[in-house]
């Protein structure tokens, strides 16, 4: 069973900055592809960045502010946020896909206040 258990989230002031982290029970560089999704209140879960064995791509609403890495000898990625905003507040989760599976974390909260 893999699990995917993510970290980091909190309460951070407009202009702020958060590291999530998300730590896999496998190695990721078997993963097809990881990524990082959220999910604001009263809508739906969209894709925030995504990382593959050759490329990183980022969602328009957060590209140049938020970078996606990983430490493939702990098993673990990283979403670095940066220049945080209102619009930014959401539950995160960590996806990844793994022999045709999906695997999701359980979410980590990042509450963005003025």
């Known amino acids: 069973q893999v699990q995917l258990v993510e970290s980091g989230g909190g309460l951070v002031q407009a202009g702020g900055s958060l590291r999530l982290s998300c730590a896999a029970s496998r190695s990721i560089f078997n993963f097809d592809v990881i990524d990082w999704y959220r999910q604001a209140p009263g809508k739906q879960r969209v894709l925030v960045a995504a990382?593959?064995?050759?490329?990183?791509d980022y969602t328009e609403a957060v590209e140049d502010r938020f970078t996606f890495s990983k430490d493939n000898a702990k098993n673990t990625v990283y979403l670095q946020m940066h220049s945080l905003k209102l619009e930014d507040t959401a539950v995160y989760y960590c996806?990844?896909?793994?022999?045709?599976?999906?695997?999701w974390g359980q979410g980590t909260q990042v509450t963005v206040s003025s």
């Open positions: 990382i593959t064995r050759s490329l990183t």
């Open positions: 996806h990844g896909r793994l022999g045709g599976n999906d695997y």
